[in-house]
């Protein structure tokens, strides 16, 4: 393996043809299957995260905007948590799983082996680029495969970074790093992996799919999506404006599980909306342009995006509004509408822009809500268990939040991803292990044990009674 006193491996530029099988070669071996090879690779990938925080978080500064400590904890801090959970418990989540065996069958005995699946692709996004990189890489080292990482093109730093850290620090012979845009994307996947991990936008992600289906190739697609909030009549407002504000506003919007839209029940709107305006003023202050707290837009592309859909019409500013495409700022904006068929509200907004709903009716808000693409996240604001029963049996989403928001994908014994158009397959702590192996049926049968007679011709009478008796 390299020392950190070498100088890193240029592994960006080997061709996909070649840099695939030289992977592959190396998990052939069985270089990567050892727990000892697990534990060094994620000891490492820790090592890394830690050791080269600054350099780090100054690429996600220098990309994205982003505070540092923002980018520290949504990112760093988010993945070394991630790697620690694996290393905790790599031993039970890869040991053989004991399976209960028919009477009939005894003394055999039945388990589920947990192997490793070989090379991995792990392709990453631009909005947070170092853990939604990271720690599908930790899941995929925890499980023995070897893994080729494809940073996003968007977040060129933080790209540069991972390019230069991981060959210093992980087994270049089993991980790798391939740099560049769609040509290299596209070239990536046109070879044959064992699993495809792509976190990013539903277009793409159909894409990657489609290569992926020519070698039968599973994939896990962790996409987006509009995730509502419902705050109930009976709701703690100023709490649920606190956890929608953190929930819409960090990282500037651009987060996938972000709260997308509100629907609040009438009685408690303008107590909502007078929280939520206090809500943006502690935390970012009577101007956000200038507040060190809050981000901006990753580039002018997607804050000309937004822009068009504040200005596409159909609602009412009630706070912030204003936009720089100069400085990539949009400020935290809230807005009332009533508008479904605006284009807030029919496209993912993915920036610091929240429109807000009124309703009386709870069965019409999940019948709304049904009605649409599977959200990636639902996140529901009640004092009642009733409410949270009928909103948990009459929509479908990834997750959901009771009186929280966003803070379900931090809590790794859950499995984190979408269903529909927000994607499927699931990762964090065992839920990733599970994605990056396949499960092997093992039966084991002693040699002495004699076959029972009525399984085998010729079938007589006797035998067809007795087998229908036993079986």
């Known amino acids: 393996m390299t020392t950190l006193d070498s100088p890193p491996a240029d592994d960006t530029r080997e061709a996909p043809e070649l840099l695939v099988p030289r992977l592959r070669a190396a998990y052939t071996s069985g270089r990567t299957r050892s727990l000892a090879w697990r534990h060094e690779q994620l000891a490492a990938l820790k090592r890394m995260l830690v050791e080269r925080e600054a350099e780090f978080t100054a690429a996600l ?46 003394p055999a005995k039945a388990s589920v082996v947990v192997e490793p699946l070989g090379v991995a692709l792990v392709i990453g996004p631009w909005n947070y680029p170092v853990q939604l990189l990271a720690c599908p890489l930790a899941a995929a080292l925890a499980a023995g495969n070897a893994v080729v990482l494809k940073p996003s093109e968007v977040a060129p730093a933080t790209s540069r970074a991972f390019a230069r850290w991981v060959p210093a620090y992980l087994d270049p012979a089993a991980v790798a790093v391939v740099e560049g845009g769609v040509p290299e994307t596209t070239a990536l996947l046109e070879q044959r992996f064992d699993h495809v991990f792509y976190t990013g936008n539903g277009t793409v992600g159909r894409i990657v799919a489609q290569a ?59 107590a909502f909306l007078d929280a939520l305006a206090a809500e943006i003023r502690t935390r970012y202050g009577a101007d956000p342009r200038t507040s060190a707290d809050f981000g901006r837009m990753v ?26 495409l100069e400085e990539r700022y ?142």
């Open 61 to 106: 500064v220098e990309d994205l905007g982003r505070p540092p400590f923002e980018a520290w904890a949504a990112d760093l801090r988010a993945s070394v948590r991630e790697v620690e959970d694996l290393q905790e418990n790599l031993e039970a989540w890869t040991a053989p799983r004991r399976q209960k065996v028919p009477a009939l069958f005894k």
């Open 299 to 324: 580039n002018r592309r997607h804050t000309e995006r937004v822009q068009a859909l504040l200005d596409g019409g159909g609602h009412e500013v009630v706070v912030g509004g204003e936009v720089d």
């Open 330 to 471: 949009v400020a935290p904006t809230v807005v009332r509408t009533t508008d479904l068929d605006s284009p807030l509200m029919r496209e993912e907004i993915f920036g610091p822009v929240l429109p807000v709903l009124t309703f009386t009716d709870l069965d019409e808000v999940c019948a709304t809500i049904t009605a649409g693409d599977k959200p990636l996240a639902l996140y529901l604001f009640t004092g009642s268990d009733a409410v949270v029963d009928q909103v948990l049996a009459s929509t479908s989403s990834g997750g959901v939040c009771v009186n929280d928001a966003l803070t379900h994908l931090l809590v790794s014994s859950l499995p984190f991803g979408g269903v529909g158009e927000s994607g499927y397959g699931s990762y964090h702590g065992r839920w990733g292990v599970d994605t990056f192996s396949h499960h092997k049926a093992v039966y084991r049968r002693p040699s002495w044990h004699r076959d029972l007679p009525l399984l085998n011709p010729p079938y007589g009478r006797f035998k067809q009674r007795a087998a229908r008796r036993l079986f």
């Open 212 to 270: 992926a289906a020519k070698h039968l190739t599973p994939v896990t697609l962790e996409l987006g999506g509009k995730s509502p909030v419902i705050v109930a009549q009976d709701a703690n407002v100023r709490l649920a404006a606190s956890r929608v504000a953190f929930s819409r506003f960090l990282n500037s919007g651009q987060t996938c599980v972000a709260s997308d839209h509100v629907y609040v029940h009438r009685d408690v709107e303008q």
